[in-house]
C-alpha cells in the first residue's frame, strides 16, 4: 500500500507578524535609499566576486528565511544597479522614478491582477488611464490603447495594426504577407526597435526604407516624398510613415504636421514614436514643437521616462477605434464574454495586442498623474530642457569643447576638441567610461555626423544646475589628466635611449 501524500502546506508565512516587522524594515530603507540616493555614485562595477556568486548559484531545493534573501539583495543588487535613479544619470534616456510609484508597485502586486480581461476594477483604472492619455496628447475619448512594457513593444503592436489594416489586411492574419511588397518609412534617427517591428512583423527589415535626415536632424521630407513614388514605380505598397518625437540621438522632432498631410494624400498610416518626447506637450511652453503629433493614426510612448513612473510602463494609442481589435483580437471558447459574471467586460485589453497575462502597471501610472497632475509633470518637462539648453550654451562658452547637434529638448551632444589630439573620437570615448567609472556622473556617447559625441540625455526629475557644473567639471578633469598623460607618453617616446 502506497504511502499517502504529505499534504503541503500553502507559501504565506507561519509568522505574519514576522514578516511584518522584516516588510516594514524593508520599507523603510528602501525609501531611504531613495531619499538619500544623490549621495552614493551613479553607478559602480560589480565585482567579480559578486558576479560569479550568481553565475555559479545552484538551483535551491529548499528554502531560505526572507531576512537572509533581503541581506542578498542589500549586498549584491542594491549597490550595483544601473543607477538612473541618481540625478547625474546622463547618458540614457531613463526616468528616475518615485517613492511614491515604489509605493504603488507594492499595492498593484499585493493585488496581483491580471489585466488581460474579465470584469474588476484594476481594468476600469487602466482603461481610465488610457482615456487620460488619449486626451493628453489630443486623440479623441474613444481611442484605444495598451499599457505595455515599453515604445519597443507600444511601436510593434502599432505597427502590426498598421499591417493589419491596410487594404486586404485580414487576410494577412490568417495567410501571411506571402507575396504583397509593404513598405514603410522612417527617419535615418528613428530608434532601432522600429526596423525590430518590421523584422518581427514579417515584413522582414529592409521593407523599412531609412529617410535621409536634414540639417536640423529631422526627416528630409522632399527625400521621403521622393522615396515613395520611386517605390511605387517599382510595384512596392507603401503603407506606413514613422515620424519621431525626440529622436534618440538628438531629441530632434520630425516635422509631424507635414507627415500628417504627406500620409493623407497618399493614404499611408502615420505612426508617431515619441517615447520621450511625446510628453513635452505637457509643458505649455514646449507643445507647440509637437504640432501635428494629435493627428497621428498611432502613437508610443513611455511613461516611465519624463512622466517618472517606475519601470516598465509604456503604451500604446490608436486613433480609431475598432483598428487595434481587428489586428488582435480572437474568439476562443475558453475566453468566452459573458453579459454578467466574471466574464463580463468586454472587450478585453487582450483584444488590443499580444500578451493575455497582463500585470497592474495602470495603477502606478495612475498614482503618478492624479498624485502629481499634468502640469506638475509639465514642470520636470521643462526643467529638464531648461537644464539642456545651459548645458549646451556653457558648452558654446568654452574652448575646448564643441557643441554637435542643435538642442530641440534634452539631449546635448558634444566633444571635447582638445588640439593636437590626432584622435577624438578615442578621447572622447577614454573619457565618458573614464566618468561612468569615477561614479560622479555617466554619461554616454553616440555618432553626430560621423564623429563620436558625448551623449547627454536629461530626464531626472532630480536633477538641477549644479549636476550640470559638476558634468563640466568632471568633463574638465578627466580630460586634463589624459592630455598629460599623453603628453608624458609622448616625451617618453621621444627621449633618448640609455
Known amino acids: 500500500m502506497q504511502e499517502e501524500s504529505k499534504v503541503v502546506a500553502g507559501l504565506d508565512p507561519e509568522d505574519w507578524e514576522e514578516l511584518k516587522a522584516q516588510g516594514h524594515q524593508m520599507l523603510d530603507d528602501m525609501l531611504e535609499n531613495i531619499r538619500h540616493v544623490s549621495q552614493g555614485p551613479v553607478w559602480q562595477p560589480m565585482p567579480a566576486s559578486v558576479r560569479e556568486g550568481f553565475r555559479d548559484a545552484p538551483l535551491p531545493a529548499s528554502g531560505q528565511e526572507l531576512g537572509a534573501l533581503y541581506q542578498q539583495f542589500t549586498q549584491t543588487v542594491q549597490p550595483y544597479a544601473v543607477g538612473n535613479r541618481h540625478p547625474r544619470f546622463m547618458g540614457w534616456v531613463h526616468g528616475g522614478g518615485t517613492a511614491q510609484g515604489m509605493l504603488a508597485d507594492m499595492l498593484a502586486a499585493g493585488l496581483n491582477a491580471n489585466l488581460g480581461g474579465r470584469d474588476h476594477a484594476p481594468v476600469e483604472v487602466e482603461r ?170 498611432s502613437l508610443a510612448f513611455d511613461f516611465h521616462k519624463w512622466a517618472q513612473v517606475p519601470y516598465d510602463a509604456g503604451c500604446v494609442l490608436v486613433r480609431e477605434p475598432g483598428r487595434q481589435a481587428a489586428a488582435f483580437a480572437q474568439s476562443l471558447a475558453y475566453l468566452s464574454r459573458e453579459d454578467r459574471g466574471l466574464a463580463a467586460g468586454a472587450p478585453w485589453f487582450c483584444d488590443l495586442g499580444p500578451d493575455l497575462s497582463r500585470g497592474f502597471r495602470a495603477l502606478k501610472v495612475w498614482f503618478a498623474l492624479a498624485g502629481f497632475g499634468t502640469q506638475k509633470l509639465g514642470q520636470v518637462v521643462t526643467q529638464s530642457c531648461a537644464l539642456a539648453q545651459e548645458l549646451a550654451r556653457q558648452v558654446q562658452a568654452t574652448a575646448q569643447l564643441q557643441l554637435l547637434a542643435p538642442v530641440t529638448l534634452n539631449v546635448v551632444c558634444f566633444r571635447v576638441a582638445a588640439p593636437d589630439v590626432e584622435d577624438l573620437d578615442r578621447l572622447n570615448g577614454e573619457l565618458v567610461k573614464d566618468l561612468q567609472l569615477s561614479g560622479v556622473v555617466a554619461p554616454s556617447t553616440t555618432r553626430i555626423g560621423g564623429v563620436l559625441a558625448i551623449r547627454v540625455a536629461l530626464v531626472n526629475h532630480r536633477t538641477t544646475k549644479a549636476d550640470i557644473a559638476i558634468l563640466l567639471d568632471a568633463v574638465h578633469s578627466f580630460t586634463e589628466v589624459r592630455l598629460a598623460h599623453a603628453k608624458m607618453m609622448k616625451e617618453l617616446a621621444g627621449a633618448p635611449q640609455a
Open 128 to 297: 481610465m488611464v488610457i482615456r487620460w492619455a488619449a486626451e493628453m496628447f489630443g486623440f479623441s475619448p474613444e481611442a484605444t490603447g495598451l499599457l505595455v512594457t515599453g515604445s519597443s513593444m507600444a511601436n510593434f503592436i502599432a505597427i502590426l495594426t498598421a499591417t493589419r489594416n491596410v487594404s486586404g489586411g485580414q487576410d494577412l492574419r490568417q495567410q501571411g504577407v506571402g507575396g504583397r511588397r509593404l513598405v514603410g518609412y522612417a527617419g535615418e534617427s528613428a530608434h532601432g526597435c522600429v526596423a525590430r517591428a518590421f523584422d518581427m512583423a514579417g515584413l522582414g527589415e529592409q521593407a523599412l526604407r531609412r529617410v535621409p535626415m536634414d540639417s536640423a536632424f529631422r526627416m528630409d521630407m522632399a527625400a521621403l516624398e521622393r522615396m515613395i513614388a520611386q517605390d511605387r514605380a517599382a510595384g512596392f505598397e507603401p503603407f506606413l510613415v514613422v515620424g519621431t518625437a525626440g529622436t534618440v540621438d538628438t531629441g530632434s522632432i520630425d516635422p509631424l504636421n507635414a507627415l500628417a498631410d504627406l500620409a493623407a494624400r497618399e493614404g499611408l498610416w502615420f505612426h508617431v514614436d515619441g517615447a520621450f518626447g511625446a510628453l513635452a506637450k505637457l509643458a505649455p511652453e514646449l507643445a507647440p514643437l509637437l504640432a501635428g503629433l494629435e493627428r497621428a493614426d
